[in-house]
């Protein structure tokens, strides 16, 4: 029989163990998770360059997000998933719609609308400081070395983008849909962090694309010609962006968010630049300069800055 300190004692050592093993999960999630995240991720902005020039945003997107349907929908018959309650349905949708018809709409339709992608990227690539202040004020701790790590990413991101800055084409409304990207993409990270962080992601995917599908579908009747010129360039876009983006990005993103904390899992979002940078250098054959150099670096000690453990 054991005594009550020594119950008390291999109680701690049990806690002190899961709390361990959460962590190991948490650190393996970054470290493997994270960089095939941020490396399929980063081809969206590929995918645009590809795909911008042959329909309009919305129109895209409602082909985006009904071609996830397509997919998912036999899939699941098969898979049978788990299905939340209404209220969590809710919830998901709701943080579905922030990422996806908020975010991508803003991006998409600020860049056709002239908004030069340099400009954009640095704009929207606002959101871990913007994640992290929103999170600090709901009860989720942001230390003193996560905060130096957050500016040391922002200040690497801007050293990338700083030869490809240009004012030529901005306006007001693409301004306008740059910030309304950055905060969609933000809120609803917290949102779903706050909400609904633990969900089967068969389920959770079907229910986000399948509201996403019907706002985007609402925008593209209402604001958009829906015309479509079916070049390989378009098709090639389209279906990486239904299985790679949607689909596979997005999935490691919840698998993330669910496993880390918000602030360290959007942090990862500050490489997204200079992958992108060397994306374009390896296929448009762009000129990758020793900023993109000194930027990566600096960007690389700030995401370690934010995401390593104690």
């Known amino acids: 029989m054991l005594s009550l300190g020594a119950q008390e004692r291999r109680l701690t050592r049990t806690e002190s163990y899961s709390q361990y093993k959460v962590w190991q999960v948490q650190k393996l999630s970054i470290i493997w998770v994270g960089p095939l995240f941020v490396l399929v991720w980063s081809t969206g902005f590929i995918v645009a360059k590809?795909?911008?020039?042959?329909?309009?945003?919305?129109?895209?997107?409602?082909?985006?997000?009904?071609?996830?349907?397509?997919?998912?929908?036999?899939?699941?018959?098969?898979?049978r998933p788990t299905w939340p309650s209404w209220r969590d349905t809710s919830h998901i949708a709701i943080a579905g719609l922030l990422m996806h018809v908020g975010y991508l709409g803003g991006v998409?339709?600020?860049?056709?609308?002239?908004?030069?992608?340099?400009?954009?990227?640095?704009?929207?690539?606002?959101?871990?400081?913007?994640t992290a202040f929103l999170a600090a004020r709901l009860a989720e701790k942001v230390s003193a070395r996560q905060w130096a790590g957050l500016v040391f990413g922002f200040g690497g991101v801007a050293i990338v983008?700083?030869?490809?800055l240009g004012f030529d084409g901005v306006t007001f409304w693409g301004v306008v849909l740059c910030f309304i990207a950055l905060i969609s993409f933000t809120t609803g990270t917290i949102y779903q962090k706050?909400?609904?962080?633990?969900?089967?992601?068969?389920?959770?995917?079907?229910?986000?694309?399948?509201?996403?599908?019907?706002?985007?579908?609402?925008?593209?009747?209402?604001?958009?010609?829906?015309?479509?010129q079916w070049t390989n360039e378009m098709i090639g876009a389209l279906v990486w962006s239904v299985v790679f983006l949607s689909i596979g990005a997005m999935s490691l993103w919840f698998v993330l968010l669910r496993q880390g904390a918000a602030t360290r899992v959007s942090s990862l979002i500050y490489l997204t630049p200079p992958t992108v940078a060397i994306?374009?250098?390896?296929?448009?054959?762009?000129?990758?300069?020793?900023?993109?150099?000194?930027?990566?670096?600096?960007?690389?000690?700030?995401?370690?800055l934010v995401t390593r453990s104690k």
Do not use: H, N
């Not at 795909?51 to 036999?74: E, H, K, Q, S, W």
């Not at 694309?209 to 829906?226: D, G, H, R």
């Open 279 to 304: 994306m374009a250098w390896i296929l448009f054959d762009e000129a990758l300069s020793l900023w993109v150099a000194l930027g990566t670096l600096v960007t690389v000690i700030g995401v370690w």
């Open 194 to 228: 706050r909400f609904c962080p633990m969900f089967d992601l068969r389920a959770g995917t079907m229910i986000q694309y399948a509201a996403s599908a019907a706002v985007a579908a609402a925008m593209m009747v209402t604001l958009e010609p829906m015309s479509v």
């Open 50 to 79: 590809y795909g911008m020039p042959y329909t309009d945003p919305m129109t895209f997107l409602t082909m985006r997000f009904v071609g996830v349907l397509v997919i998912m929908l036999p899939l699941c018959v098969w898979w």
């Open 161 to 164: 983008l700083a030869d490809k």
């Open 108 to 130: 998409w339709s600020a860049i056709k609308l002239g908004m030069p992608a340099g400009l954009t990227a640095l704009i929207v690539g606002l959101q871990p400081v913007l």
